[in-house]
């Protein structure tokens, strides 16, 4: 019998109301995320007023993306040796800091510092992401874990929606000094939320002495290579977002078309932030949708997996034929609704499949290998678009390339998770 909570509008009510500690770390994930996407559609506005580059841009995209990958190893590393809940408090703190030095670019010759603060956020947030992520089923315990990702799932496209959207807008109105300013102050509100959570973390033991040199040494990262090389599963599992990361480049794609043919009332910023909300829309969408079906059953959870890629493929490729905002909408909500399907059960997946002292280290790779295709995939796109390719061209590109991950992950399911489901019959 399988007493996993399944994946419904009541269980995230549920599990919201009656678990104080999650609802803690979920508001601090709502803030801090709409914050970023708050300041995201900023970042790019102001890179094409100052360059009309979409390479400036996708290299801001590969800037919000390859730090996670650098820094991964070592954020696993920390975060399964020292206190998660500690680890994501200080690097709020020092993410509030460095957002508010954006303010002072404005100029293309300052568009080099830009970057650097940049890549400094980023780096911090693979800290944040790897013990958030990990630090989860100590908060919730195994029967929600499903629910539990579903919610940070729809946190995450809530966050697209609602700071896409308002960012465009306050970039319209306000400026974008008064964008970086509330972003600045989310990190805090972030911190706080995380200050007043409490929670036991079995991975820490209180009698064994912090060593910087055993956390940034080589050590512990080629521990979670052979605790990982040891399951061709598991490693199989942590494939998957790196096929997700082909989607990275609609960052790209949606800035340059809907900021050049979907603009709304003469504002390229407000065109750029609809298709994000959208792209939102369908995030939020595809586990409540299919969660019902899916439930708890681990076997029906990976082959969502499959039709989520499938539903990424096919939503670019008539993506890359749209003439009407209407259809770009939905292929928008089509496609990331796909997506929004891959992350959230294979997280739930490797939930179910790591060991707690090894859990920082597999989300961290998890989200690296995600982070390195996403950044190549951005910067490829944006090059692409600046040597004479055009962006539809490319946005048919990605709808095609998301076809390999599919493929891969039906061979995966036919050679190793056929004979897993055979064996673990009664």
Request: avoid cysteine; proline fraction near 0%.
């Given at each position: 019998m399988n007493n996993d909570a399944g994946i419904t509008l009541p269980n995230y009510y549920r599990l919201l109301r009656r678990n104080a500690h999650f609802r803690r770390l979920w508001l601090a994930q709502l803030v801090s995320g709409t914050g970023d996407w708050f300041y995201s559609v900023a970042i790019y506005d102001?890179?094409?007023r100052?360059?009309?580059?979409?390479?400036t841009v996708a290299l801001a995209a590969v800037l919000q993306i390859l730090p996670m990958f650098v820094a991964g190893p070592t954020a696993g590393a920390v975060n399964d040796r020292v206190s998660?809940?500690?680890?994501?408090l200080i690097?709020?703190?020092a993410r509030s800091a460095i957002v508010l030095g954006m303010l002072?670019?404005?100029?293309?010759?300052?568009?080099?510092?830009?970057?650097?603060?940049l890549a400094l956020e980023v780096t911090t947030a693979a800290f944040f992401e790897s013990a958030r992520t990990a630090i989860l089923p100590n908060v919730v315990g195994h029967r929600d874990i499903a629910t539990a990702n579903a919610v940070a799932g729809t946190t995450w496209s809530v966050s697209v929606t609602a700071g896409a959207a308002i960012g465009g807008f306050v970039v319209a109105w306000f400026g974008r000094e008064t964008v970086f300013m509330l972003n600045s102050g989310s990190f805090l509100l972030s911190a706080w939320f995380i200050y007043r959570m409490r929670v036991r973390e079995t991975h820490v033991d209180p009698d064994t002495r912090f060593r910087w040199r055993e956390v940034l040494g080589f050590g512990p990262i080629v521990e979670g290579f052979r605790y990982v090389a040891r399951?061709?599963?598991?490693?199989?599992?942590l494939t998957l977002k790196f096929g997700l990361g082909i989607l990275g480049a609609r960052l790209v794609l949606v800035s340059v078309i809907g900021s050049?043919?979907?603009a709304v009332g003469g504002e390229p910023a407000l065109g750029m932030s609809l298709l994000l909300v959208f792209q939102g829309v369908g995030s939020l969408l595809g586990p409540l949708v299919l969660g019902p079906f899916v439930g708890g059953n681990r076997s029906r959870m990976r082959w969502a997996v499959l039709a989520g890629y499938l539903a990424g493929a096919f939503s670019y490729v008539v993506f890359s034929q749209a003439r009407s905002l209407n259809v770009a909408a939905w292929t928008m909500v089509v496609a990331h609704a796909g997506g929004s399907l891959v992350w959230v059960y294979s997280t739930t997946l490797l939930h179910f499949s790591t060991d707690d002292r090894f859990r920082g280290r597999v989300f961290a790779a998890d989200f690296a290998l995600f982070m390195v295709t996403a950044s190549v995939a951005s910067y490829s796109c944006g090059w692409a678009i600046d040597h004479a390719v055009a962006a539809r061209t490319a946005a048919l590109g990605v709808g095609l390339a998301m076809l390999l991950p599919a493929a891969a992950w039906t061979l995966s399911l036919r050679l190793l998770w056929r004979t897993h489901d055979e064996t673990a019959k009664p």
């Open positions: 102001l890179l094409l100052l360059t009309g580059s979409a390479e998660r809940r500690r680890v994501m690097t709020d703190l002072t670019v404005g100029t293309r010759e300052q568009i080099g510092f830009l970057y650097v603060l399951d061709l599963r598991l490693a199989s599992l050049r043919e979907f």
